[in-house]
């Protein structure tokens, strides 16, 4: 390497190794202690003579296409780096694997992403010409994403995606056909009478939806689209939200829709929660061609969710629909996709959901091409204090009982029902869990939940999964990033252990304290007692109350480190510290409102909750990249997390 000048070489003409050179030469520039230039050459070609310079491109191109053995490139990562004292290769046996390859170049060098955005970055200074990284590795699980949830602006996405694969993520999942929900929750404030509505139209996120797709597919990221809106999208029923409601059934629609109790209604009046009758024909051939329509038509897709009607006990209860449990229908539909898909010669993938209603298997129905589906696993009522494990306990599953279902809790029931699938289909399938959805609100350290969260993505494998998608809310990184920074770390290698992880963390995260920010924070999570608040430690309110009451002697004790470090020149770390500043008052805030409610003070509990919102409300702007005010208020009101769950 010359002193003053880095040369780049791309081979190629394939888009995302070009930005993936792009990106090498701007982090190289950034984080050179030197004044550099680094020159970008496109090469036809790989020339082993050329020593001086960095080789970046697919491992095809280079020559190291023997170095791995995968199933399908198009779906797996595979990353190659040999760089002594700043020169040789970068690669990868994809386009997007070579991306990911670059970023962990930058990574083991010392660059640190805690957080999307530039205020997440800690890039420190180096001389480039001492860095030397080798490494040749496959990452432990196929399936790493992000799914769009809670409130977001554009900028907030296209942060995300910027983010996730510099921490090993290799996929983003865009919910509905446009989005509209989470676009429409921030820019008209929802849950914030302190902003003023900015009005929001389903076209701006349509608009938005096709920005964010060439930020996906500029990084080469798996394309995962829509799941939500197949059951009432074909009826020209729109789809855009759990909130909408409509009460006049459009002509000819009623006779599609599921009948319950005698009626064939809209469910509650939503759309997008209204099951149809699936034992007719016309309504399977309604749904199917309409998926295949809309592949035809997008075929930037790489993965496609076809789910049924959110809800629950919502399924149709007509003579011939109760011949056959829900599942069954729902994998004659998926049969019949593939063939109509097959026929078109459509290669995209289908995702099919265990959730609710349908973690039952089916009874009679098989899945006859196994290789164009991909089972997603969706426990979404299990708990988040117990962790997945193969050695669980035998569980004796409730038979199906229409529309009368009751929801597993255990983490055992719900593997029970997986484990019952998976004796039906045997080919690929991921996780599709809500860490960091509204369980996350439960621990306000951010603590707990992140090291629950390594322990599940270990055991991925071992309960016959190859993956994880986390649906979940984007700003999930307030007062830290920690569990977003271990689930793409430990997805990537399984056998990261969750203590180094956040110890390193929490060093680029904050600086020189960061281990006491760490302990710290560590405790925060320990005093407000998770599984307290989840309302699975009935008769134990007087241990918590002891525990509540430490809260502020622990924040007083810890603010003087937050005070000297608010002013830090580290930009990452000035931001991280001001995030702690503004959390340790909420925390405060949030003990005093838990000790309300054990000692069943439910006027004041209401008083100081209002109290809280407005606190989050007013500073919304000071950590608005990191923290979901839309949705922790949303998730509390809801599911009544902190006022009514837990019992004394």
């Known amino acids: 390497m010359s002193s003053n000048i880095i040369r780049v070489f791309k081979i190629g003409k394939d888009e995302v190794v070009g930005f993936s050179a792009g990106e090498l030469a701007k982090y190289l520039l950034k984080i050179s202690r030197d004044r550099i230039e680094v020159i970008i050459e496109n090469k036809e070609a790989y020339s082993p003579d050329v020593k001086e310079g960095i080789w970046v491109g697919e491992c095809e191109d280079l020559n190291l296409s023997h170095q791995f053995n995968l199933k399908d490139v198009q779906l797996d990562d595979g990353i190659y780096i040999c760089v002594e004292n700043g020169n040789g290769i970068i690669s990868g046996v994809n386009p997007r694997s070579v991306l990911l390859a670059v970023y962990r170049f930058l990574s083991e060098a010392g660059c640190r992403w805690v957080r999307p955005g530039e205020r997440g970055e800690f890039l420190p200074r180096m001389d480039l010409g001492k860095v030397s990284v080798k490494l040749c590795e496959t990452p432990s699980y196929r399936h790493r994403g992000i799914c769009i949830e809670g409130a977001v602006s554009y900028e907030n996405v296209e942060e995300i995606i910027e983010w996730a694969p510099k921490v090993g993520f290799n996929a983003y999942f865009i919910q509905f056909r446009e989005a509209f929900a989470f676009f429409d929750r921030w820019y008209n404030h929802r849950n914030n009478p302190f902003k003023k509505p900015e009005g929001f139209s389903i076209e701006k996120a349509r608009e938005y939806v096709a920005k964010i797709e060439t930020e996906i597919k500029k990084r080469g990221l798996l394309y995962h689209a829509v799941g939500h809106g197949w059951t009432c ?23 599609y829709l599921a009948e319950i109790k005698g009626e064939r209604v809209i469910w509650q009046g939503l759309p997008l929660n209204t099951n149809l009758c699936y034992s007719k024909q016309e309504v399977r051939d309604l749904v199917v061609n309409d998926i295949v329509t809309y592949l035809k038509e997008h075929g930037n897709i790489d993965i496609l969710h076809f789910w049924l009607a959110d809800g629950m006990n919502n399924q149709c209860e007509c003579e011939e629909c109760r011949k056959i449990i829900p599942s069954d229908f729902y994998v004659m539909m998926l049969n019949q996709l593939d063939e109509l898909l097959t026929k078109e010669n459509l290669k995209t993938k289908v995702v099919f959901l265990l959730y609710v209603d349908l973690l039952w298997a089916p009874m009679t129905e098989k899945i006859k091409n196994p290789d164009r589906f991909i089972l997603m696993f969706a426990p979404i009522t299990r708990t988040y204090s117990h962790s997945f494990s193969p050695e669980g306990k035998p569980v004796k599953l409730s038979p ?28 690929d399938g991921f996780d599709f869990d809500y860490h960091f959805m509204w369980d996350h609100y439960n621990d306000p350290g951010y603590y707990s939940i992140a090291e629950l969260l390594s322990e599940d993505i270990k055991n991925l494998k071992k309960i016959g999964l190859n993956g994880y998608m986390s649906c979940q809310v984007q700003r999930a990184f307030f007062p830290t990033g920690l569990g977003m920074v271990v689930m793409g770390k430990t997805l990537w290698n399984d056998k990261t252990n969750f203590n180094d992880l956040a110890d390193d963390y929490f060093v680029g995260a904050f600086g020189e304290e960061g281990a006491l920010c760490k302990e710290y924070l560590k405790s925060i999570s320990d005093l407000f007692d998770p599984p307290f608040i989840r309302g699975e430690k009935k008769g134990e309110g007087q241990k918590v109350l002891e525990k509540l009451a430490q809260i502020p002697h622990v924040i007083s004790r810890f603010q003087p480190v937050i005070e000297r470090n608010l002013k830090r020149d580290n930009l990452c770390w000035a931001t991280s510290w001001n995030y702690l500043w503004v959390h340790s008052k909420l925390c405060i805030l949030l003990a005093e409102m838990i000790t309300l409610r054990i000692r069943e003070n439910k006027e004041k509990t209401q008083l100081k909750w209002d109290e809280v919102k407005k606190y989050l409300q007013l500073n919304e702007d000071k950590i608005q990249p990191g923290f979901d005010v839309f949705e922790a208020i949303a998730a509390v009101e809801i599911f009544n997390n902190y006022l009514m769950k837990f019992d004394n």
């Open 400 to 427: 199906y009982e229409r529309n009368q279902l009751k929801f597993p809790t255990s983490v055992d029931e719900n593997l029970a029902f997986l484990n019952e699938w998976k004796k039906m289909f045997t080919g």
């Open 233 to 255: 999208e074909p009826l020209g029923l729109p789809g855009l939200d759990w909130e909408t409601k409509i009460t006049d059934i459009p002509p000819g629609v009623e006779p």
